[in-house]
């Protein structure tokens, strides 16, 4: 299908992603945002393989490596510290590395500086306020008052998705994992230069974004979801790592600004249904939210932002595109969100413990294989 106009909801990593490759494709694309300031994590963030392999494709590679940390291997610490296995990450492409760590906000402006320049309108601080198909595609209006139509609508608004409540309000809600994740910004001591992984019940990893910097994060067992205030998150954060091996409690005691602090209680949901009805389309975290425990949320985002604007451009109907785009999704997401979850159900007792450098490689193989 040729000159689309297409209206994605959510300005996040997929939204952004969905923007480029339309834009080459030479559909119109439009971007809203709910968020006014369009700020994102001052965290970091791990692009796996698969991704680098994405983005080559879309060819912004080489903004990503300029703006991040690029690494070729993972390795994995048991809980005392000792080095259980340095396991290399697949090249999926023959030039560049396997892995990258970039910061959020780094990461943003790389994505978002592209949709611009492909031609992408963005407009902050809008949410949709009724979706109504008609013949010819979906009139829209939106929450200041202003109105469109597009041939197509699609919902990249992450795991909480406006879209997905007003497509499909009965679906079941995003489910606690029954853990959460900190994170916190350190410099870069040199001899972290890979993602290190340290498993256990409260799982912990350092990830290179730059020569300067890196990130830690730690997952942790959060019984009933409980809600920790701003003042005081730092401590907390240290008092959860107290019997962390000795470099990342060493680390710990650098964890001092509460507002450095990012907490986030770990969520996961997969639509087994249909992820599209009439001309909109739901991607990313809004169809299959996963848990960090593989590092693949926004890999999974940025390779449904391909394959969709691929089956576009081979079908002769939105219809048949969006049945195409999930058909080639399913299973592979659907394996990501699981095995995250396995891993996540191991370090709380509530499923068998996972070995996560078994884990990690069988991820590796799938996530080589085309999309």
Not at 30 to 41: A, L, M, N, T
Not at 203 to 223: A, F, I, K, Q, R
Request: aromatic fraction near 8%.
């Amino acid at each position: 299908m040729q000159n689309l106009s297409i209206l994605i909801v959510g300005g996040g990593i997929g939204g952004l992603t969905s923007a480029i490759a339309l834009g080459q494709k030479g559909y119109s694309v439009e971007i809203i945002e709910k968020d006014p300031e369009w700020s994102v994590y001052g965290v970091g963030i791990i692009q796996q393989s698969n991704v680098i392999r994405a983005v080559a494709q879309l060819g912004i590679i080489d903004d990503y490596l300029e703006a991040g940390f690029p690494f070729d291997r993972l390795d994995i610490y048991l809980p005392n510290g000792d080095l259980a296995a340095k396991i290399p990450a697949p090249r999926l492409t023959d030039k560049y590395p396997a892995q990258l760590g970039i910061s959020r906000r780094a990461l943003q402006k790389v994505l978002a500086d592209r949709a611009v320049a492909e031609g992408a309108n963005v407009r902050l601080g809008l949410v949709v306020q009724t979706l109504q198909e008609d013949g010819n595609g979906v009139a829209v209006e939106f929450s200041d008052g202003s109105n469109g139509h597009y041939d197509l609508v699609i919902g990249a608004d992450g795991v909480y998705s406006q879209m997905r409540e007003m497509l499909f309000p009965d679906v079941e809600k995003p489910k606690f994992a029954g853990q959460s994740v900190w994170r916190y910004n350190f410099k870069r001591p040199p001899e972290v230069d890979a993602l290190s992984v340290f498993e256990g019940p409260i799982g912990t990893g350092l990830v290179p974004l730059s020569d300067e910097l890196m990130y830690m994060y730690v997952t942790t067992p959060e019984p009933g979801n409980p809600k920790y205030p701003r003042k005081g998150l730092a401590q907390v954060m240290r008092e959860k790592l107290n019997a962390a091996p000795p470099f990342i409690a060493e680390l710990a005691q650098q964890i001092t600004d509460d507002e450095g602090v990012v907490y986030k209680p770990l969520e996961w949901l997969l639509l087994r249904g249909d992820w599209h009805k009439g001309r909109v389309v739901l991607i990313g975290d809004a169809s299959h939210a996963t848990t960090p425990h593989l590092g693949q949320g926004a890999g999974m985002a940025i390779e449904d932002s391909l394959v969709l604007a691929e089956e576009l451009i081979l079908a002769d109907s939105v219809k048949e595109a969006f049945v195409a785009f999930q058909k080639r999704r399913f299973e592979r997401c659907c394996y990501i969100v699981e095995s995250s979850v396995a891993i996540c159900d191991g370090q709380i007792g509530e499923g068998p413990l996972v070995n996560v450098a078994e884990a990690t490689a069988d991820m590796f193989k799938v996530i080589a294989e085309p999309i």
